[in-house]
């Protein structure tokens, strides 16, 4: 059965930095895509965060990008991501997914409705 748990989440102050981690059990995990989406009250949900599971291309979003960095260590099965300079913007629900097809034009497949397997979330709040 595949599980994806996510943890991290809190509340930070604007500017600041948060690392999220998913830990992942039940499927190979360095043969899956894995990625970071985020949901905020109102809103649809938006990936943040892609990153293949053959080539290990990675993909981030337009609102993420050059702040966020996402990483696998396959060896023990987790999924991070590293948010630095925070703000308002970011806040939500983040969760990370699984798919596993390969997805190496991951910038093409970085949509929600591509990844069939999802964690439950974590709160991220950016707020002073």
């Known amino acids: 059965q595949v599980q994806l748990v996510e943890s991290g989440g809190g509340l930070v102050q604007p500017g600041g930095s948060l690392t999220l981690s998913c830990a992942t059990s039940?499927?190979?995990?360095?043969?899956?895509?894995v990625a970071w989406f985020r949901q905020a009250p109102g809103k649809e949900r938006e990936a943040v965060a892609c990153?293949?599971?053959?080539?290990?291309?990675?993909h981030y979003g337009d609102s993420v990008n050059g702040r966020f960095t996402m990483s696998r260590d396959d060896a023990k099965n987790t999924v991070l991501l590293s948010m630095n300079d925070l703000d308002s913007e970011d806040t939500a629900v983040y969760f990370c997914?699984?798919?596993?097809?390969?997805?190496?034009?991951?910038?093409?497949?970085?949509?929600?409705?591509?990844?069939?397997?999802w964690g439950q979330g974590t709160q991220v709040t950016v707020s002073s």
């Open positions: 990153i293949s599971g053959g080539t290990r291309s990675t």
């Open positions: 039940g499927f190979r995990h360095d043969k899956y895509a």
């Open positions: 997914a699984a798919d596993p097809s390969t997805f190496d034009n991951i910038s093409k497949v970085c949509r929600d409705y591509y990844f069939a397997n």
